[in-house]
């Protein structure tokens, strides 16, 4: 889910730093293969999933829960957390440390019943209370503008991936 504005950029330093540290990052955007299958074989075969948390007003059609392929794989990461019990999975939100709207109460807040369900496939939909669990996670402030804040961003969640694995990693 690579559409909105500052999740890219996130997204693409975040899997650079992984990779550099020896971790096998899946990104769609790195991808020759983009269909449906592929994105699911990767959110069911990762260890953690990253959702990178935006909106700009209620109703941003790039918000990262306005967005239909964003909210199919978040249930299809929720599901994997439930079937390992969150030991070998996990749903970690990450957002821009510059973001003063990225909040779990304003990124809530901008959703709409309309936004959560406007897929008529309803696997692409989420319901508020799906949303909720999401938004009470501690997210991962990330800033790109600032190499040593980048670091510390990255290490926290290595030290989550080292966390869940002990000694297996």
């Not at 990104?27 to 069911?44: T, Y």
């Not at 939909?125 to 990330?142: C, D």
Request: negative net charge; charged residues 30%; contains cysteine.
């Amino acid at each position: 889910c690579q559409h909105s504005r500052t999740g890219p950029k996130i997204a693409i330093n975040l899997a650079h730093q992984l990779k550099a540290l020896g971790y096998r990052v899946w990104l769609d955007v790195e991808q020759s293969k983009k269909d449906v299958a592929a994105m699911r074989e990767a959110v069911e075969h990762s260890m953690m999933f990253l959702c990178i948390l935006s909106s700009e007003r209620p109703g941003d059609e790039y918000a990262y829960f306005n967005r239909a392929f964003c909210r199919k794989e978040c249930r299809w990461a929720a599901q994997n957390e439930a079937r390992t019990g969150g030991r070998w999975s996990k749903i970690q939100p990450i957002v821009d440390a510059q973001d003063a709207r990225a909040t779990p109460l304003t990124l809530f807040a901008d959703l709409s019943e309309e936004d959560l369900n406007s897929n008529p496939d309803p696997s692409f939909n989420m319901s508020r209370e799906e949303v909720q669990a999401i938004l009470e996670r501690e997210f991962v402030a990330y800033n790109t503008s600032d190499a040593e804040f980048m670091d510390v961003g990255a290490m926290k969640l290595v030290k989550t991936l080292e966390e869940m694995s002990g000694d297996l990693l």
